[in-house]
Structures are given as C-alpha cells and as structure tokens.
C-alpha cells in the first residue's frame, strides 16, 4: 500500500532528527512547577527549562485527536486517516499521513514542523496524490494544576499534487480544565475556537474564511504506572462553520469517540471514528489512528 510505505519513508527520514533531539536530557520535574499565568506573560517561563507538569492524583492534561492542543511538548506525532467517501463525491476512499515534529524551547514557547502526504482513490479508477508540509509555533498563555491555555499559529503549503493553490493558516485558542474538584473523577474539559483563512488565488465566491470549535471530554481511568498508562476513554465534538463564500454560515458538525493509552511512559497510541452528525455529510466514517513518541 503506497500509503503505509511513504509513512515508512517519512519516518525513516526524520529519524536523524528525531535522535539528535532525543539525546538532549530529558526534563524531570524534581518539585511542584511554579505556575505560569497571562499576567506573567512577558515575565515568566521564557528563560525557564521545559518540564511536563505532572499531575499523579488529578486529570491529566492529554492530547487528543482533533482539538487543539493547550500544552508545550517534545514529541514526534503521526496523524493518520482512512476517510469513507459519500457516493455523491465519486471517491472511493482517502487516506492520509501527517508527521509533526514539536520541541518545547522553555516554558513558554514551542515550534513545530510537520509534512502532510494524501492520496484520493476514484471509484471509476485512478486518482490523485500529493505531498504538503507546513509550521506552527504555540505559546503557553497559562499553565497551572487544573487549567492549561495556549494560543496556536499555524500555516500550511497548497498541495499541488490535489489541485490545491492556496495556503491555509489558522490562529486558534486552546484550553483544558480538570473537573476532578467538582467531584467528576479523574475527567477534563478540552476545547478550542480557531479561524481559518486560505490565501492565494481562489474561485469568486468560494469560501475564504471559517470557524473550527471543538469541545471534548476525557476520563481517565488508569494512572501512568501501569501497563497501559493513563488509559482514557473520550468523546470530542467539533464544528465548522463557513464565514463567507457560497454558503456563509453553514455548519457541519462530527462526534468522535475515542480511546487513549501510554505505553511504557513514552509511546501514546489514539484510535478514534468520525461520525458526521448533520447535512450535508463530508463523508460517511473516518477512522482515525495516532502514535506520539515523547521525549
């Protein structure tokens, strides 16, 4: 399957890279993290060493598969889909593989780097491929025991390879709050607002800008000591709603249900199906599969 030896290749290139970082020492937390707050935004954290805070007897902060993320991390990530068409669209099935590279600097500060490669079979035979790469930097706004906030820039290259001709940034806030004190067990709130512009040349009346919102819940039923650490179950539903072009105003709404482990404290493996809930469908299912390596 071209699919899974180009995510072979992309792994095997970025592998040097990988070592390099992994071979910086790795941040233990040796006491509690003083917090990091808005107020102390130009202050503090930025000359600070990064470290994971840990939180052993409350809800993790955690990743999850399509919200975005509210905390600084070392990690390589690897996205990847298999997307069941609508007969309407004449695809018979689309498959995608994103690696991204994240390193925190300090406290407050983390780049990214990531490649996209997709490839959109036709029912009728053929298709089409393509390759796309991108960047994106988080800042930590906040970062105390049971909140977490961050602010995400991202920019992605068209894909020529799929016909695209435009690039698509976002800006996008972030958040976590642990409901453990509200007596909700080991269970966090996730979410995020971003808009999307594409740039570059486009259609006239063709979509330009929209808006992503994303709320998810995860509980958390295992603790990071064990064969399958921080196991959690989670729900995530995420809307898009088209600011302009033919259709402004127009939302699609998807529930993915999920699960989460940690292997041997480093290996974090995501698996997660969406689900459209209103018309019109962007497709049927999508299944979703992630691997972390944290560092």
């Known amino acids: 399957m071209r699919l899974v030896s180009t995510q072979t290749a992309v792994l095997t290139g970025i592998g040097t890279v990988l070592m390099s970082l992994a071979t910086a020492a790795e941040a233990v937390e040796t006491g509690p993290l003083p917090d990091l707050t808005l107020s102390q935004f130009f202050s503090d954290g930025w000359s600070e060493s990064w470290t994971k805070r840990a939180r052993p007897d409350g809800a ?34 689309v498959s995608s593989v994103t690696p991204l590279i994240e390193y925190a600097v300090n406290r407050r500060l983390m780049p990214g780097f990531f490649a996209n490669y997709q490839e959109v079979d036709r029912v009728s035979g053929g298709g089409r491929e393509g390759w796309t790469y991108g960047g994106l930097i988080r800042l930590q706004l906040v970062d105390t025991a049971d909140a977490s906030y961050a602010f995400n820039w991202k920019m992605t290259a068209p894909n020529s390879g799929l016909g695209d001709h435009q690039t698509l940034t976002s800006f996008a806030l972030a958040g976590w709050h642990n409901l453990q004190p509200l007596g909700l067990g080991r269970m966090g709130v996730f979410w995020h607002v971003q808009e999307e512009t594409l740039l570059g040349p486009r259609v006239s009346g063709s979509r330009q800008n929209d808006l992503t919102y994303d709320v998810s819940l995860a509980r958390t039923w295992t603790d990071g000591g064990g064969t399958l650490g921080f196991l959690s179950t989670f729900i995530e ?42 018309a019109p469908e962007p497709y049927d299912r999508l299944y979703r599969l992630t691997y972390i390596y944290s560092f």
Do not use: C, W
């Open 60 to 93: 993790p902060d955690l990743t999850l598969l399509r919200v975005q993320s509210n905390l600084l991390l070392r990690s390589l990530r690897t996205d990847s889909f298999i997307e069941q068409p609508t007969a309407a669209s004449g695809d018979s099935r």
């Open 237 to 278: 539903t995420y809307s898009k709603t088209d600011l302009d072009g033919h259709h402004p105003g127009r939302t699609l709404v998807t529930l993915t249900p999920g699960v989460r482990t940690t292997l041997a404290h480093h290996h974090v493996v995501m698996f997660g199906v969406d689900f459209p809930v209103n």
